[in-house]
């Protein structure tokens, strides 16, 4: 017992300090990195990574990196807080497809207008989708951890202040674009910091009940094939049957003939 705790404290602990580098250390510099290649008051991030083919391609990656750190994230918050099955992920994955595709599309609005159009497009979406997807994770917490549901709460709407701030100032700007993704990433950890620290939060308990769940998924995924498998088992064993009276009929149909 005491090693099966040890395992599920060292997971945690894990998950604290994996989570803790990418959103107070990876993401932040690497957005900056990305995200300060030209004026940050009059350019957006979207003209700074398609300035070169090289930079579009280094753009892309950090596109990547960050929409799997988000998912990731999200989810290790839905199934700590018990709710892996949802709505969230649906508005999740929906944002980070949709930003990963545009990012495809080249910025370049006097050599490519459509694509542009479309990478702007794109970048709207996933950009609401995320806000949408912080809020709706917020409400989830009311009903289980009111006091964090509050700060949570709270902290989403200084965020969409903020960027609505931004916006209305700037426009969509490198500024507004890195404080979104930065802010984001600082509400996440900082949620899994108050979770920690909740009285009535059992870390452990949404570990095991997670594993759970998995064996169950995964004992239902095999109950499926073995089941498909002895589908397919009889009906090849029925074509074995069909053949062997086939040859059997041909073989007294053979000697008929031959006496």
């Not at 993401?27 to 004026?39: A, E, V």
């Not at 990012?103 to 006097?110: A, M, Q, T, V």
């Not at 404080?179 to 620290?197: K, N, P, Q, S």
Request: proline fraction near 2%; charge should be positive; hydrophobic fraction near 50%.
């Amino acid at each position: 017992m005491k090693d099966e705790m040890s395992k599920y404290r060292r997971r945690l602990f894990g998950g604290l300090i994996f989570y803790g580098i990418f959103s107070l250390g990876i993401i932040p510099f690497f957005t900056l990195i990305m995200g300060t290649k030209d004026n940050i008051l009059t350019t957006s991030m979207s003209a700074m990574g398609n300035t070169s083919g090289n930079m579009h391609f280094w753009f892309i990656i950090w596109t990547i990196v960050f929409c799997a750190y988000f998912a990731s994230f999200m989810g290790y918050l839905l199934m700590l807080t018990k709710n892996t099955h949802s709505k969230i992920r649906g508005f999740v994955y929906f944002a980070i497809v949709v930003l990963i595709v545009g990012n495809f599309f080249p910025f370049l609005p006097e050599t490519f207008p459509g694509f542009s159009s479309l990478h702007n497009f794109c970048a709207q979406i996933s950009s609401i989708s995320l806000a949408v997807s912080l809020m709706l994770f917020a409400l989830t917490l009311r009903n289980s951890y009111s006091l964090m549901f509050k700060k949570a709460l709270v902290f989403v709407l200084v965020i969409w202040i903020v960027l609505v701030a931004l916006m209305g100032l700037l426009g969509t700007t490198s500024l507004t674009e890195m404080t979104g993704i930065i802010l984001a990433g600082i509400f996440l950890f900082t949620v899994l910091v108050w979770l920690y620290r909740e009285d009535t939060f059992d870390p452990v308990q949404s570990l095991k009940d997670s594993d759970a769940e998995e064996a169950v998924e995964a004992a239902q995924k095999l109950s499926r094939k073995a089941e498909a498998a002895k589908k397919e088992y009889l009906k090849l064993e029925a074509a074995a049957r069909r053949a062997k009276i086939e040859a059997e009929e041909a073989c007294r149909v053979a000697k008929h003939k031959k006496d």
